[in-house]
């Protein structure tokens, strides 16, 4: 599913655009299983729980289960990156963030691209709802055209949401820009590694389970991802 000229030109622009359908109904239903079963062996932590909320995370999800393997070489999700990231596609990472009902704790702004380094920033996210997500239930949101310029990361011990590190702070970002989508389960958002975005808390009586894949053109200045394997072309 190679993105058409229009969404290469919203991602180009705004650095964010939804790509339709990626996952079958089965798909999701396998990986909400799977997930709950790596929930069980005690494998997702919480990065919330100083501020009294949960927000179930996995990092690296299918190096604890294979399965996963299957849904990063979805030619879905290859042909979309590969429209935007050229032919050599290298995975860099592939992440549960799963907030529950009533309690799931707000995703605080960021830029991926503070952790990850990469150099030039041609590296993208993924982002595949497992359960239908909307603004309503901790959907993320996105500053559109925010991708041109990493800021400088934050993190502000007082600020009880500031759980996690190189987090913006909110005069850095002008929330009311902020965009939306509305991602029906097996859907997905594409984002580019400098978009600024976040997730306000999921107040409703919905679950909210996202499955991001990490995906960057392969052989990039940046982390080390010798590990990470080679998905479509080759390495440079
Ligand atoms: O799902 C979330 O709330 C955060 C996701 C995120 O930060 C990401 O996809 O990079």
């Known amino acids: ?3 058409t ?5 919203v991602y180009r622009r705004d650095g964010v655009v939804p790509i339709g359908k990626v996952l079958d109904e089965a798909a999701v239903a396998e990986a909400k299983e799977r997930i709950e079963a790596l929930r069980q062996r005690d494998l997702l932590d919480n990065p919330a ?25 979805n030619d879905n999700l290859l042909d979309a990156a590969e429209s935007v990231l050229g032919p050599n596609v290298q995975l860099f990472q592939d992440n549960i963030f799963w907030k529950p009902p009533k309690q799931g704790a707000p995703s605080t702004w960021h830029q991926d691209n503070i952790w990850w380094a990469g150099d030039p920033p041609n590296m993208l996210t993924i982002w595949i709802a497992l359960d239908d997500a909307d603004a309503s239930n901790g959907g993320v949101h996105y500053i559109p055209g925010s991708q041109t310029k990493l800021l400088e990361g934050e993190l502000d011990l007082d600020d009880p949401n500031a759980y996690s590190h190189k987090l913006l702070s909110d005069d850095q970002v002008d929330g009311s820009r902020a965009i939306s989508f509305t991602v029906p389960a097996g859907h997905a958002v594409m984002h580019h590694c400098q978009t600024i975005h976040g997730a306000p808390p999921n107040q409703s009586d919905r679950s909210r389970c996202g499955y991001t894949v990490h995906l960057q053109e392969a052989g990039l200045r940046g982390k080390d991802v010798t590990n990470c394997p080679l998905l479509r072309g080759k390495m440079p």
């Open 5 to 9: 000229s229009d969404q290469i030109d």
């Open 49 to 73: 729980e100083q501020i009294g909320k949960k927000s179930f995370r996995l990092l690296n999800v299918s190096s604890f289960d294979e399965w996963f393997k299957s849904i990063i070489n």
């Open 1 to 3: 599913m190679k993105l």
